[in-house]
């Protein structure tokens, strides 16, 4: 029974711990990785309505690092118990920092190349 205890002392917690971090990975990757689908395709018709040269690629890319500022605010907002009052702030942030990235890359784009010797 001794042997029992000092196992069930690690191994419990263990065992009910690991299929939640599970599942949140799971849920990680499946509906955020739908999220961001769908913000690469916005970004993406945004891109061409601003007439920036970008492809699906990049915009997927941009989104994805446009999601850095909402996610840092969800998991502040998380660890202090604070609910927004904006029901998709999180898509609206994403957004707005994504087309202010695209509109930088369309005036970079719109420069002239100096090429050096």
């Known amino acids: 029974i001794g042997?029992?205890?000092?196992i069930s002392g690690w191994l419990l917690p263990l065992i009910l711990i690991l299929p939640v971090f599970a599942g949140l990975m799971v849920y990680?990757?499946?509906?955020?990785?739908l999220y961001l689908l769908m913000i690469g395709g916005l970004l993406f018709i945004l891109g061409?309505?601003?007439k920036t040269a970008v492809s699906y690629r990049d915009a997927f890319r941009t989104g994805l690092h446009a999601m850095t500022l909402p996610?840092?605010?969800d998991t502040t907002t998380s660890?202090?118990?604070l609910q927004l009052p904006v029901t998709y702030?999180?898509?609206a942030?994403?957004?707005i920092v994504g087309v202010l990235v695209l509109r930088e890359v369309g005036k970079s784009a719109a420069l002239p190349?100096?090429?050096e010797k």
């Open 3 to 6: 042997d029992v205890r000092k």
């Open 28 to 33: 990680y990757a499946i509906f955020r990785g």
């Open 48 to 50: 061409k309505a601003l």
């Open 71 to 73: 996610v840092l605010i």
């Open 79 to 81: 660890l202090i118990n």
């Open 89 to 91: 702030w999180f898509l």
């Open 93 to 95: 942030i994403n957004l």
């Open 113 to 115: 190349m100096v090429q």
